[in-house]
C-alpha cells in the first residue's frame, strides 16, 4: 500500500535548535498539508501545497517557521529557532486531488526542551 | 466561529453494539466535504468516510454509515457492531468549496469500546 512518509518519527531538541521534519507524499498526490496536533489547539493548518505551489501559510508562525516541497517527492517543515511552545505533533498529509480525502504519515513527535 | 463541533469528549459503547458519534458543522457554502478520520494509539490518522454536501444517499462504508441532515447540519458517524479495535480517537472534518479546499477538523471524539 502507498503510504506518506514523514521522518523522523520522534524529535527531542533544546530550545533555540533548527528542527527539519520532512515527508514524502504518495506519488501522484498533488496536494500536501502540515498539520500540528496539541491537546489545547486540536488539529492546526500550517502549511498547504497544491502541485508544489504553496497556497495557505497563514496557520504558520512566519518569524520561525517554513514550509517548502523542493519537489514533488519531498516536502519540508522547518523550525528556527525551536521553541518550548513547539512541542507537539506534526502530520503531513497529501492528497489526489484538492478536495478529497487525505493520506496522513505517522507523524513526527516533537518535545523542546 | 467553530466550523465543526464534536460535543462528546468520550464515549463508551460495549462490543458488538452500535455507537453515534455527533459533529455539527457551520458553513454558508452550498458545496461542501464532510469526512470522517480514525486516529487509533498509534498515531496515524486513517480516513473512513466521504459525504458530499449534493449527494442525495447517505455514505457507508462497511461498518461505517454517516447520518447526513442537511437541515440541521450534522454529519454523525455511526459504527455498527463495534469491536475492540475501533478504540480510538474520531475526527470530523469539512472542506468548502469556494476553491481552497482546506479540510478543517472538529477536536474529536475519544470512543473506548468495552468487552
Known amino acids: 500500500d502507498a503510504r506518506v512518509t514523514q521522518t523522523p518519527r520522534h524529535k527531542v531538541t533544546e530550545m533555540g535548535q533548527e528542527v527539519t521534519m520532512r515527508c514524502q507524499p504518495i506519488l501522484g498526490h498533488n496536494t500536501v498539508f502540515w498539520y500540528r496536533q496539541t491537546m489545547m489547539q486540536g488539529l492546526e493548518l500550517l502549511a498547504y501545497?497544491?502541485?508544489?505551489?504553496?497556497?495557505?501559510d497563514s496557520g504558520m508562525p512566519k518569524d520561525r517557521f517554513s514550509a517548502e516541497m523542493p519537489d514533488a517527492t519531498l516536502a519540508t517543515l522547518k523550525i528556527q529557532p525551536s521553541e518550548p511552545r513547539d512541542s507537539a505533533v506534526y502530520f503531513c498529509?497529501?492528497?489526489?486531488?484538492?478536495?478529497?480525502?487525505?493520506?496522513f504519515g505517522s507523524g513526527t513527535q516533537l518535545s523542546v526542551l | 466561529a467553530q466550523k465543526i463541533t464534536q460535543t462528546q469528549p468520550g464515549m463508551f459503547v460495549q462490543e458488538k453494539e452500535a455507537v453515534t458519534l455527533d459533529c455539527t458543522y457551520d458553513t454558508s457554502d452550498p458545496s461542501y466535504g464532510l469526512f470522517w478520520y480514525k486516529q487509533p494509539s498509534s498515531g496515524e490518522m486513517i480516513f473512513l468516510i466521504y459525504q458530499g454536501s449534493y449527494d442525495q444517499q447517505n455514505a457507508t462504508e462497511g461498518r461505517y454509515s454517516l447520518n447526513f441532515q442537511k437541515a440541521r447540519k450534522s454529519a454523525n458517524l455511526v459504527i455498527s457492531a463495534s469491536q475492540l479495535g475501533d478504540s480510538a480517537m474520531y475526527f470530523c472534518?469539512?472542506?468548502?468549496?469556494?476553491?481552497?479546499?482546506?479540510?478543517?477538523f472538529g477536536r474529536g471524539t475519544s470512543l473506548i469500546v468495552h468487552p
Open positions: 472534518a469539512m472542506r468548502e468549496g469556494g476553491g481552497s479546499y482546506i479540510p478543517t
Open positions: 501545497f497544491r502541485n508544489r505551489a504553496p497556497l495557505d
Open positions: 498529509a497529501s492528497g489526489y486531488r484538492a478536495g478529497e480525502k487525505l493520506f
